[in-house]
């Protein structure tokens, strides 16, 4: 655990942040969230949009026209189609029978009451008068309580009757409280045309009493019945047709204007504090995403500073990007070649990586646009790029990912038109421009990209790695001349090498490449070595200690050539890991036949060992070669037993611990080492001229 001291400097200061950033995984990957959070933070809050900032009731200072064609659903317009369709519904109204049956009940008791102070023998003809005014369940003035007892006894009986088979028929055809007045003015027209003045009066002043509303109004029911109203209307689809003028130079900006350019995607009311907070929390939570899959899933680019730099900066431009084009620019988004950064980070730092960055990337973009289409064509065609562009050996594969990008673009794209069912064949034409741009672009891009940016990142190159493999590298053509015995060795290591990666999966350039150069500090003293020397070998006079430093010093003088010539740490690290920390088993065994007190530490070379697959496969490589060689007789037998022995030595020996080889690639590297150097090392036939030639031989020898 790495522990701050106190700084001296603020060069110390650096220093020590740095170290804990490179040692701590918690730190590091802190340090990676932090930092690409606010750079994309801060990439999509101050890039600057490509979109007008009207709002409704603005002057529009000049003319816009739709830059594609677009088929949206106004908010707008289907609100007010729904206000209207709920506008004319009528209110609800439910009848209320208790008031029909209270009413006519009242006007029963009247007409009972008034009937018994007629028929009462008991009072005179004043006090049924007054007995009559007296009732409770209406009201009967004096008047009407004089016609009603003056009246004869067939016209009060009618009376009676009407009345209230009169406020039964009003009541059963429902009355509204707006309804009333006209009710009762026409209770008159409802008597019979026969009776006297003195019946209408009394009937009428009996029953417009007990005339109410009996059907009330019904808010629940009301509301509901406009609900239904507003969910049955459909919403209003716009259609907005590329080079249609959507608002004109010195026009006032309307609602609708606004919600046009909206869905053109051509309005930037710029953020507010709320939307500042969302997107810088959505900026942290997509890095911390992208910074577990790296750490998890790609230890690779994890573990290298240059990498994750790259990776950071390729989203942050991608970002940036997204925010210039989006909302602003609504057909050149269609254009940019999104998909180079997938197949770029895809050669130079790895696919898994690649597949993080591009969809924390396609996500910013989904944020900033709201569409989900957007999303689609950053990241399909992303992905069918690197596919086609795995490991870019050929300048085929670059074309080939342009092509698969541009049908992931063309594919995207018309799935979404599709469903959107598009009428504009103008807007078609030019989507499918963009997304064959898009496609060429991206093949372009990468290749640029891959190229340069291998070149200031220092990250080894498919391209450098083809340069170092040519022939007639000033270091292969020194090796050539000066040990022509290991260039052949080396030729023979870098063919077992690249068959071996190529059966297990790993990097076939990268291992043959290596094998190239493994050996490349032996041109420092060549004769040490036996496969260059031509008479006595000089080791048979030294000190066995003195003969493995010797042999143990090509790997200081190659490291010392490596660096002077720039080669990739990739091919570096090949120099001292096809060793390792292995034994000089040769000159051990001499030192302890001589009886000479052997410390096997003196005898092992510096290491370190292998840390990658193709570092290990050149080892081996480089120890069944030199042993297989050395086989008195080669066939099958012979040269499988070799081969098992070096390898199980090296694994027994704990080289191989630290690379990521399995026991299953071993048993497959085994199998390929074998059947290529029974290719080399297989028997031939005899021709007649050799017959012919021996026979001279000895006739010459005999006589």
Not at 409 to 427: C, E, K, M, Y
Not at 468 to 476: F, G, K, M, N, S
Request: hydrophobic share 45%; glycine share 6%.
């Amino acid at each position: 655990m790495t522990r701050f001291r106190r700084p001296r400097s603020g060069r110390d200061l650096v220093r020590q942040v740095r170290a804990v950033v490179r040692e701590e995984p918690r730190a590091r990957l802190g340090a990676f969230v932090v930092a690409v959070g606010l750079l994309t933070a801060l990439a999509m809050l101050l890039a600057p949009p490509a979109s007008m900032a009207y709002s409704s009731g603005s002057v529009a200072d000049r003319s816009i026209k739709a830059t594609r064609s677009v088929s949206y659903v106004s908010e707008i317009l289907t609100d007010a189609e729904r206000e209207r369709s709920a506008a004319q519904i009528p209110k609800q109204y439910r009848r209320d029978p208790a008031i029909a049956v209270g009413e006519t009940g009242r006007l029963a008791a009247t007409l009972a009451a008034l009937t018994r102070a007629r028929t009462d023998p008991t009072l005179t003809r004043d006090q049924r008068v007054v007995a009559a005014t007296r009732t409770q369940s209406s009201e009967v003035t004096g008047p009407i309580a004089a016609d009603a007892i003056d009246m004869p006894q067939a016209e009060w009986d009618a009376v009676a009757k009407e009345a209230d088979r009169t406020l039964q028929n009003i009541y059963a055809q429902g009355l509204r409280e707006e309804q009333v007045r006209t009710a009762v003015a026409e209770i008159g027209k409802a008597l019979p045309p026969t009776w006297n003045e003195r019946q209408k009066r009394v009937a009428v002043a009996l029953v417009t009493q007990h005339v109410k509303a009996n059907e009330l109004f019904d808010n629940t029911a009301t509301v509901a019945a406009q609900a239904a109203a507003r969910s049955a209307v459909r919403p209003v689809q716009v259609q907005v047709t590329a080079g249609e003028v959507v608002v004109r130079e010195g026009s006032v900006v309307t609602p609708q204007d606004v919600e046009k350019l909206r869905a053109l995607g051509l309005v930037d009311e710029g953020p507010d504090r709320s939307i500042v907070f969302g997107l810088l929390g959505w900026a942290f939570l997509v890095a911390g995403v992208v910074g577990l899959f790296i750490e998890r899933y790609a230890e690779e680019a994890w573990s290298d500073d240059r990498r994750l730099v790259l990776v950071a900066l390729s989203l942050v431009a991608l970002v940036a990007l997204a925010r210039v084009l989006v909302p602003g620019h609504t057909l050149a988004v269609y254009f940019a070649p999104y998909a180079a950064v997938a197949m770029m980070l895809t050669v130079l730092v790895g696919g898994r990586t690649a597949l993080a960055t591009q969809i924390a990337a396609a996500l910013h973009f989904g944020i900033l646009s709201g569409r989900v289409d957007i999303i689609a064509y950053v990241l399909v065609p992303a992905l069918l790029g690197m596919a086609a562009i795995r490991r870019a050996t050929t300048a085929r594969e670059f074309v080939s990912g342009a092509f698969n990008v541009a049908g992931g673009n063309l594919g995207v794209i018309g799935a979404f038109l599709f469903v959107s069912r598009p009428t504009d064949v103008i807007g078609l034409l030019q989507l499918a421009a963009g997304a064959a741009t898009s496609g060429a672009l991206s093949g372009l891009v990468a290749f640029g990209a891959i190229v340069l940016l291998g070149h200031l990142f220092r990250i080894t190159t498919v391209f450098e790695l083809r340069e170092l493999a040519d022939p007639d590298h000033p270091l292969l053509r020194q090796m050539l001349l000066r040990t022509p015995g290991t260039y052949h060795h080396s030729l023979l290591v870098a063919n077992l090498a690249e068959r071996a990666a190529e059966v297990i999966g790993a990097d076939t350039l990268t291992a043959r490449v290596g094998a190239y150069y493994h050996d490349i500090g032996k041109m420092r003293n060549p004769l040490a070595f036996i496969e260059n020397q031509t008479g006595t070998n000089p080791h048979d006079e030294l000190d066995p200690l003195v003969s493995a430093q010797i042999v143990s010093a090509h790997i200081r003088d190659g490291l010392v050539l490596a660096e002077r010539y720039h080669l990739p740490e990739r091919i570096k690290e090949m120099i001292p890991g096809h060793h390792g920390t292995s034994l000089a088993k040769y000159f051990w065994q001499i030192a302890k036949e001589r009886g000479q007190n052997v410390d096997e530490a003196a005898f092992r070379h510096p290491g370190p060992k292998p840390r990658s697959r193709e570092a290990g496969i050149v080892m081996l490589a480089d120890g069944t070669e030199a042993s297989v060689r050395s086989l008195p007789e080669k066939n099958a037998d012979t040269i499988r037993a070799m081969v098992d022995r070096i390898v199980e030595e090296r694994v027994s020996d704990g080289q191989l611990d630290d690379c990521d080889l399995t026991l299953r690639d071993i048993h497959a590297i085994k199998d390929a080492f074998c059947d290529l150097l029974l290719g080399v090392y297989h028997e031939r036939i005899p021709y007649p001229e050799d017959r012919i030639a021996r026979i001279d031989t000895r006739a010459a020898s005999s006589s």
